[in-house]
């Protein structure tokens, strides 16, 4: 299995809409990452959840609400989008904490493409 | 704060040919410093890494050296493949003692190879 697993891999929403995105981790890693991919620009750190708390909220709009229930998944949960929204959704996961630089390499999901009409 | 400066793209090149990507950054103190690869309907992948000046990381026939004088960790290949044809993203990673979350991208350099 993949280290990193997100599902759906696309999504097609409705702005009225409600949806989640799912991403789990089998690498035993305790922060997992939101990513905001558009086409032609750069790529958006969305939410960090480090040990099951949220450590980062780069001002992300209140329709989209993430959840870490363990550190294994990590849900993006969405409500009334709109078209601008459509995107590639990255979830990563990393292990921080302790000695050693090569503990903040992040790996990464396939993604879930959305599309909001 | 941390920026990371690649060229733009896109990037054609013929099967065998050299590969250059630029890559600039801009950080206080000492960056970790990453490339990585995102073939066409997939995630990131790590490519390669360097955590410290003269560093050179190297994988799939790929390298790149961290050059702290003049802030760069440009991307090379000696002979590209129609397979390497992706979107490349140089990136970086502070360094705060314990680790640290975030991560500063490039915008991406898209790479096309053709037979």
């Known amino acids: 299995e993949t280290g990193v697993t997100q599902t759906p891999r696309h999504l097609v929403m409705g702005m009225t809409n409600k949806k989640s995105l799912k991403c789990e981790q089998h690498?035993?890693?305790?922060?997992m990452y939101w990513y905001k991919q558009s086409a032609k620009k750069p790529l958006e750190l969305m939410f960090v959840?480090?040990?099951?708390?949220?450590?980062e909220n780069n001002s992300v709009p209140s329709r989209f609400s993430p959840e870490c229930p363990n550190s294994s998944h990590l849900f993006l949960h969405l409500h009334t989008l709109q078209p601008e929204d459509s995107a590639l959704y990255l979830c990563?996961?990393?292990?921080?904490?302790?000695?050693?630089?090569?503990?903040?390499?992040?790996?990464f999901g396939a993604g879930t493409r959305l599309s909001v009409l | 704060g941390n920026s990371v400066t690649q060229m733009e793209g896109p990037v054609t090149l013929s099967e065998e040919a050299f590969l250059t990507i630029n890559c600039t950054y801009t950080?206080?103190?000492?960056?970790?410093l990453f490339w990585y690869v995102q073939y066409p309907g997939e995630g990131l992948q790590l490519l390669l890494k360097?955590?410290?000046?003269?560093d050179k990381g190297s994988n799939k026939g790929f390298e790149a050296t961290y050059r702290k004088e003049t802030t760069s960790f440009h991307l090379e290949k000696g002979s590209v493949q129609v397979s390497d044809s992706a979107v490349y993203f140089c990136?970086?990673?502070?360094?705060?003692?314990?680790?640290?979350?975030?991560?500063?991208f490039g915008k991406g350099t898209k790479l096309s190879v053709i037979p």
């Open positions: 360097a955590t410290k000046a003269d």
């Open positions: 959840y480090s040990l099951e708390e949220r450590v």
């Open positions: 990563a996961s990393s292990q921080v904490g302790g000695a050693g630089r090569t503990k903040n390499i992040q790996y």
């Open positions: 990136a970086l990673a502070p360094y705060s003692g314990a680790g640290s979350y975030q991560l500063t």
């Open positions: 950080a206080t103190g000492y960056p970790s």
């Open positions: 690498l035993g890693h305790n922060a």
